[in-house]
């Protein structure tokens, strides 16, 4: 190891920056089209459910791994489980992290060019249908998808860079509290519109005649990729908290915080949505063409929008800077790079293959690989294969191989009382159990198996 390991130097640095990494687009992007597709309140209940019988007991794997061994995520199960192939779980999420950290960065390019689009009134084109139109003229371009990924990614790099200390965590105590800043904003606003009781009628309310399956898989697959599970980034992240970070307490907060992203996000849209008689369930195109039609019907319509893709930008840059730690941690610590060497050759790998993403919508259209453009292919290969696979891994990992002591050691608080050592004995049952049986399941589902 070429230099001294860091630590985050706060509590509020440690719920900032993992808060964080969970926190992007999955909430704020993601979960509205998909609550809006389920019906809404009862994919909410789904959701909350999933997240705290699957999400809190992986992410607390996640950590005992990174605390316990201060290491990379290869470095970790290299002194976990030497010589044996649990260790592979580590180059399924390095592999994951750059896939995704490859086309996750062409969308977030997407909020820059939109934040320009918004500070220019969309050029005095508000119907849905000539947003459609000037979304597909910008996506299709050849140039700037490219460079706005570009962008994004020298953005990555100018705080990842500067290490985990003065970067990482110095840049999420700034932009956490201004991403929840204009949530609140964002939310204020969305409950004074003459809609507002049935668009939070339709959040809120369940109707659990419109639970099927799929609307199961739907809630089990959001709660478990809103997390950012199965990566490594929370065993990346973990390595750095100190012996006295309490784990269930941050797993409980991390969880509760992501969630509490994705609510505010429905209160801001669904209010907005049905004010303006728009469609709940119009999917991904919500937020890139029926949102900024919505917002140029707002009293400072242009501020609105800029704002919100101000917050979908600061979104995918906390979580896209956590994708980007896992590779840099292992190449520094398993090949003895420096930091800035290690970043570089990250956000390298990351930016060619992200202008191919960005060009799967333009000249490179027809050049598909089992029928899915590049873009569609990573976004497959990590969402529906890798990331169930490395959370199915890490949950039979720590359930069953690791030594229970070990997990009691990184899991227990001292003198804990009975609450604490009962959560600790239902997390390690919903890591023996509950959590490889929904996996596998949204692992089975999402390779259409079933």
């Not at 399924?92 to 977030?108: E, H, K, N, P, W």
């Not at 029926?290 to 919100?308: A, E, H, V």
């Not at 970043?343 to 050049?367: E, H, Y």
Request: net charge neutral; hydrophobic share 55%; aromatic share 14%.
């Amino acid at each position: 190891m070429t230099e001294k390991r860091a630590q985050f130097a706060t509590r509020l640095g440690v719920i900032a920056t993992t808060v964080g990494s969970a926190v992007g687009l999955g909430n704020i992007w993601r979960f509205p089209y998909e609550a809006g597709v389920h019906g809404g309140g009862a994919f909410l209940l789904i959701d909350l459910f999933f997240i705290f019988i699957i999400g809190v007991p992986v992410v607390c794997a996640e950590f005992i791994i990174g605390r316990h061994t201060g290491a990379n995520v290869r470095g970790a199960f290299k002194m976990l489980a030497p010589g044996k192939p649990w260790g592979i779980v580590s180059y399924l999420g390095i592999l994951a992290s750059i896939l995704i950290l490859s086309f996750y960065s062409v969308v977030a390019g997407w909020t820059l060019e939109y934040i320009g689009q918004s500070l220019s009134d969309f050029s005095g084109i508000h119907s849905p249908e000539g947003l459609h139109r000037q979304f597909d003229i910008f996506a299709q371009s050849n140039w700037r998808p490219a460079m706005w990924t570009v962008i994004f990614l020298l953005c990555n790099y100018l705080i990842l860079s500067r290490g985990v200390q003065k970067g990482i965590e110095k840049m999420s105590n700034i932009m956490m509290p201004m991403l929840f800043v204009i949530l609140i904003a964002f939310s204020i606003n969305s409950l004074t519109m003459p809609s507002a009781a049935e668009g939070l009628s339709f959040l809120f309310k369940p109707d659990f005649s419109k639970v099927t399956p799929s609307v199961l898989i739907g809630g089990m697959g959001q709660a478990f990729f809103s997390l950012s599970l199965g990566l490594g980034c929370l065993i990346t992240y973990s390595s750095y908290f100190k012996r006295e970070t309490p784990l269930v307490k941050t797993a409980f907060i991390t969880a509760g915080l992501d969630t509490l992203v994705a609510l505010l996000a429905g209160i801001i849209i669904f209010p907005a949505v049905f004010t303006f008689g728009e469609e709940p369930a119009a999917g991904p195109k919500l937020v890139f063409e029926i949102l900024p039609s919505i917002f140029s019907n707002l009293p400072g319509g242009m501020i609105w929008s800029t704002l919100f893709f101000v917050l979908l930008f600061l979104a995918s840059l906390t979580s896209t800077i956590s994708m980007s730690e896992i590779s840099i941690a292992y190449f520094q610590e398993e090949f003895g790079m420096s930091r800035r060497k290690a970043t570089w050759l990250n956000i390298g790998i990351a930016m060619v293959l992200g202008i191919i993403c960005a060009l799967s919508f333009g000249m490179l259209s027809d050049f598909t690989i089992c029928g899915l453009t590049v873009f569609n292919l990573f976004d497959y290969l990590s969402s529906n294969i890798l990331l169930p696979v490395g959370g199915l891994i890490i949950s039979i990992f720590v359930g069953w191989v690791l030594d229970r002591a070990v997990v009691q050691r990184e899991l227990v608080t001292v003198n804990p009382g009975r609450a604490t050592i009962i959560c600790v004995r239902l997390i390690v049952f919903c890591l023996r159990y509950l959590a490889p049986l929904c996996i596998a399941a949204v692992f089975i589902f999402g390779l259409g198996l079933f």
